[in-house]
């Protein structure tokens, strides 16, 4: 009898299922069903399909080619452009076959070494000069390298006197690296000589940049009365996997693509968020190459002394007569070095100090200042709002972390707003209405004498090949040039890169690596412009503070004081020039 009600029982379910699927796949003819119907019973289909179907993640794809045809087809002069941005960045390929070689094969900063040389003088260093570090890269097992392509980064620094500035770094190609230095301040200086990455890690990197463009992935929310559905998105996803949402902007044409939901069309999209980091991206043997304090960001030590005495300038180098030759230019210019924790420009501008919030008030009178970009600018607009008593956050319900913000001191006649620009963007949630290109807010400012613009895009397109960050870049040029040339007195300053910290997992999306080369791209590519920049990868390479992507507030006090300088400039020096 049990086992004929079994039986029974089976068939049952048998028909209950083959009628829910046929109800559910034709769910779309059924109009006398109310939204709430609707919604439990795609509930029910999801619970079933989940219980059966892994959790998905994006596929792996060993060719990028599918992202090629996106995005607007450049001209021929941006195809020049664009190829001679990226032979300016154009990395040293280590020549060992097979890659990655063995670990012992490697470049390791313990058997490495540096060497100060001499000046033609001997070893006596005045302020003017320059000096010169010899790095020779060995590997694991103490042999010397024989080619280049290593990441390295030099810092000279005073700990006693708060001084610091950035070193220019020369691969020889052949294992041998040249540090200079321009020597700007009296008294001790100690050489920091830092393998960020081997040469072997680098090539790992650039093979992740130019195939995993997906190795950050996205999602959206689509939702229409009790319906919803998420789905993934990127800036390019293959066609050929299921039908697409083609959310390319129609101003710009930076594409943006979602997978189409199942049972909801296209404009039921609500909101953009990231999904998550693909995992398991190299092999075992890949991952010896990044290890955090072994070959990530580790010190390489000098074969002798390790810091110099620098004495005052020689008379020559006062503008005075000397019998002598005329000693070697600078071959480094800096952008500007720490002394006494304060940030000193070379060149451009005089620093001013800012250290109280009426002095930020009395700069700010008057002004619109419009911040554009990810988190590094939205936290300048977080350190005013804090800073500055008289600037009140006005609510716009904004979801924290992400924005719009805005700030207004109706005394003093001040606008303090921040916008995150369009995708990619990383932040938890974004509603869709909120996703703003730069170009187009930039095409909606009136501009004038009056306007501050701010901008900060770099961090989130480390994931994707060059390319990609040019043609975003080239769009907010042009929007630039439109700018001020209806509103020629308008201010705009971009905050460029900064080092961070990394690890292995860090290292794979967020590298100092990928940073640096959008960084000489950002410079090269506004360069010649009537646009002002604060070099945030020398102030925090000069600084004795560890790295961090949101640098620390001693940091960031420094590149709010430079951007008030350049809103404010010094009036003596002004009326001089």
């Known amino acids: 009898m049990c086992r004929s009600l079994s039986k029974y029982g089976i068939f049952f379910l048998f028909l209950a299922l083959t009628g829910l699927i046929f109800l559910l796949r034709n769910i779309h003819t059924l109009e006398s069903l109310n939204c709430r119907t609707v919604s439990t019973l795609y509930k029910l289909q999801s619970r079933i399909h989940s219980a059966f179907t892994p959790e998905r993640t994006p596929p792996f794809y060993h060719n990028h080619t599918f992202c090629g045809h996106l995005g607007q087809k450049p001209s021929p002069e941006d195809e020049l452009e664009e190829r001679y941005l990226l032979d300016s960045i154009a990395w040293p390929e280590p020549l060992t076959r097979p890659m990655p070689p063995p670990l012992r094969q490697t470049s390791d900063p313990v058997h490495s070494l540096f060497a100060i040389l001499p000046t033609k003088e001997g070893r006596e260093w005045h302020v003017g000069d320059q000096l010169e570090v010899l790095v020779q890269m060995h590997d694991f097992q103490g ?49 920091e000589i830092t393998l960020v990455h081997s040469s072997e890690a680098v090539a790992v990197l650039r093979r992740l940049r130019e195939e ?48 189409k939901p199942k049972m909801l069309s296209c404009d039921t999209r609500i909101n953009h968020a990231k999904g998550g980091y693909q995992k398991h991206l190299i092999t075992n043997k890949e991952a010896l190459l990044f290890q955090s304090g072994v070959n990530i960001k580790a010190h390489i030590h000098a074969s002798g002394p390790d810091r110099i005495n620098v004495l005052p300038p ?71 709002n804090a800073f500055v008593p008289e600037l009140k956050e006005f609510n716009l ?43 187009n807010e930039l095409d909606g400012l009136p501009g004038g004498p009056d306007t501050v613009v701010v901008l900060s895009i770099w961090a989130h397109f480390s994931t994707f090949p060059v390319e990609i960050y040019i043609r975003r870049l080239r769009h907010i040029r042009r929007a630039l040039v439109r700018l001020l040339d209806r509103a020629p007195g308008t201010l705009v300053v971009i905050r460029s890169a900064n ?26 590519m506004f360069k010649g412009l009537d646009i002002l920049l604060v070099d945030a990868w020398q102030m925090s390479l000069a600084h004795h503070l560890p790295h961090a992507l949101h640098p620390p ?25």
């Open 553 to 577: 507030p001693a940091i960031v006090k420094n590149m709010i004081d430079m951007l008030l300088s350049f809103v404010c400039p010094d009036k003596k020096k002004h009326q001089q020039n």
């Open 212 to 259: 995993r463009p997906d190795r950050v992935f996205f999602k959206s929310l689509f939702r229409s009365g009790f319906l919803s559905e998420t789905t993934l998105c990127n800036m390019c996803l293959p066609p050929d996997e299921q039908p697409l949402c083609n959310y390319t902007d129609p101003h710009t044409g930076e594409p943006w693509y979602c997978y």
């Open 143 to 191: 042999r010397p390298k024989r080619y280049g392509g290593d990441f390295l980064l030099a810092r000279l620094h005073s700990p006693e006197l708060g001084a610091g500035v950035a070193g220019d770094v020369l691969d020889h190609r052949n294992g041998f690296y040249s540090a200079v230095f321009p020597l700007l301040w009296m008294g001790s200086a100690l050489i």
């Open 499 to 524: 080092l961070q910290a990394i690890d292995q997992e860090v290292s794979l999306y967020n590298s100092d690596w990928f940073s640096l080369q959008l960084n000489s791209v950002l410079r090269a």
């Open 397 to 439: 319900h904004s979801p924290k972390n992400v924005g719009p913000f805005m700030a207004v001191d109706s005394t003093h006649n001040i606008l303090l707003k921040y916008r995150c620009h369009g995708p990619p963007i990383r932040f938890s949630t974004v509603t869709s209405n909120e996703l703003h290109y730069i170009s």
């Open 314 to 384: 020689k008379k020559d180098q006062l503008g005075m007569e000397s019998s002598s030759t005329k000693p070697e230019p600078i071959k480094v210019t800096p952008s500007g070095y720490y002394y006494g924790g304060s940030w000193r420009p070379l060149g451009g501008v005089t620093m001013r100090q800012f250290n109280d919030s009426s002095a930020i008030t009395q700069c700010l009178r008057g002004k619109v200042i419009n911040m554009y970009g990810d988190s590094t600018v939205r936290q300048w607009f977080e350190y005013l």
